[in-house]
């Protein structure tokens, strides 16, 4: 019997119109430009400015433009899953909102929350469905808004994040393209490290939640960076070994876009030259769940038929992993 993999068949992405830069955080907070580049590596961010916009509107974007490339219908969508941390609201799940934008009436959807890694948590996900031969066309989506709970007073995590989202296309393949291997961890010990206090059904919102600011992101940086360098950099070397390639059989590194010296820290660890990294941190800065594949995006027209990719990230809980693609058409 023919092995069926997941081929990625097409990608897009979105981000919004307006940029914020360092130097307009020099005026937000006691930070400048050269102190911001030389730690993350970030020179600006995209915000999702306008009333009612949340993540879904950025996803919805993205998944047109997929389906236009790809040449999609979207009732032919079987499953649409989104990876958030930021949903439009805590139920219906974001995906469902996505999909009755765009008209997608006989797919199923649902969210998948691990934070930084939720896009290649999602992947490896719909890469199951398709590979059991009962799903044809499965829609992953990854994207955050980021700027709804960051505190623009807290120079520590202001200046690391942005909004946007992106999305792929998966497909049955028998040719051996696709998502081939997967290595995912977690560990929830870390969850004290980089968290949201409040908003929860452990911390529900009240007035002193939100007099207290507990509804935004806090980040132990030193102590995350530790463990997002170890974490992203072995498991990303555990995949290669597992699957036996060497620093030349990668054409691609397409990390998450956390912070540059931890993206540094995969390659060196990997072998890897900066030539085969993806990156895009200094444009998009870090938008969680749509890093990776707004990296795919802005590469696409760089990736050719049979192109090793490791892809890999680390997110709050902790979770990380890596996932082992290799790359299905030539560029369009």
């Not at 730690?39 to 961010?45: L, N």
């Not at 929860?200 to 463990?227: D, L, M, N």
């Not at 555990?238 to 060497?246: A, D, G, S």
Request: charged share 20%; aromatic share 8%.
């Amino acid at each position: 019997m023919t092995k069926i993999t997941a081929a990625i068949t097409g990608v897009s992405g979105y981000v919004p119109d307006y940029i914020l830069t360092n130097k307009e955080l020099e005026t937000m907070v006691d930070t400048n430009d050269e102190w911001i580049t030389t730690r993350t590596g970030i020179k600006e961010r995209h915000i999702l400015k306008g009333e009612g916009l949340g993540t879904s509107y950025m996803a919805v974007k993205a998944v047109q433009d997929l389906l236009k490339k790809t040449n999609t219908k979207a009732e032919e969508i079987d499953l649409l899953i989104c990876a958030t941390t930021t949903p439009d609201m805590v139920f219906p799940a974001t995906a469902n909102l996505i999909t009755a934008e765009i008209g997608a009436v006989n797919s199923f959807g649902y969210d998948i929350q691990a934070a930084c890694s939720g896009f290649i948590f999602a992947l490896a996900t719909g890469a199951q469905f398709i590979e059991t031969g009962k799903y044809k066309k499965v829609v992953v989506v990854g994207g955050d808004k980021m700027s709804s709970i960051i505190d623009y007073t807290d120079r520590a995590t202001c200046i690391i994040f942005g909004d946007g989202a992106g999305a792929v296309m998966l497909e049955p393949n028998t040719e051996g393209y696709g998502v081939l291997d997967s290595i995912l961890k977690a560990d929830g010990t870390g969850a004290a490290y980089l968290h949201q206090k409040a908003g929860g059904s452990r911390k529900p919102a009240t007035i002193e939640t939100v007099q207290a600011r507990e509804h935004y992101v806090y980040q132990e940086g030193t102590t995350v960076f530790k463990f997002a360098v170890k974490g992203m950099a072995d498991v990303s070397a555990e995949i290669m070994e597992r699957n036996n390639l060497t620093a030349d059989d990668v054409a691609w590194l397409v990390p998450h876009q956390a912070n540059k010296r931890i993206i540094d820290a995969t390659a060196a660890r990997m072998n890897v030259g900066p030539e085969k990294v993806m990156l895009n941190i200094q444009k998009y800065g870090n938008t969680t769940s749509g890093t990776i594949p707004l990296c795919l995006w802005d590469y696409e027209n760089q990736l050719h038929k049979g192109d090793n990719l490791i892809i890999s990230a680390f997110g709050g809980g902790f979770t990380w992993g890596a996932l082992y693609v290799k790359w299905a058409y030539d560029p369009k």
